[in-house]
């Protein structure tokens, strides 16, 4: 069974920061690419970063330069690092790896859990 339990949520002022970590099992973790999303109230889940095997990253445009993706494949854990929170950084964040088919997991089998909790407010 694949599993990814996603941590480290929580309340922050604006300009703050947070790191998440996303605790994977179920999967062999060094040959999956691996990506966080989001999804604010009432807004679309989006893709906010992702990471190869390699360890390239892309970031959405409303991120870059704020948050950082990193993995550490001895801890199957995947990890974002998030710098100069804004309040519309408010949403719900999801882990999620990428099969070999090149699609989002979660997305593909329609299980997405419970994220983590962000808000960013004064």
């Known amino acids: 069974q694949v599993q990814l339990v996603e941590s480290g949520g929580g309340l922050v002022q604006p300009g703050g920061s947070l790191r998440l970590s996303c605790a994977a099992s179920?999967?062999?973790?060094?040959?999956?690419?691996m990506g966080w999303f989001r999804q604010a109230p009432g807004k679309q889940r989006e893709l906010v970063a992702t990471?190869?095997?390699?360890?390239?990253?892309d970031y959405a445009d409303l991120v870059k330069g704020r948050f950082a993706i990193s993995r550490d494949n001895a801890k199957n854990t995947v990890y974002l690092q998030m710098n100069s929170l804004k309040p519309e950084d408010t949403a719900v964040y999801y882990c999620?790896?990428?099969?070999?088919?090149?699609?989002?997991?979660?997305?593909?089998?329609?299980?997405w859990g419970q994220g983590t909790q962000v808000t960013v407010s004064s």
């Open positions: 999620n790896l990428k099969t070999r088919a090149s699609a989002w997991y979660r997305e593909a089998h329609d299980f």
């Open positions: 179920g999967i062999t973790f060094n040959i999956n690419a």
């Open positions: 990471i190869t095997t390699g360890g390239s990253t």
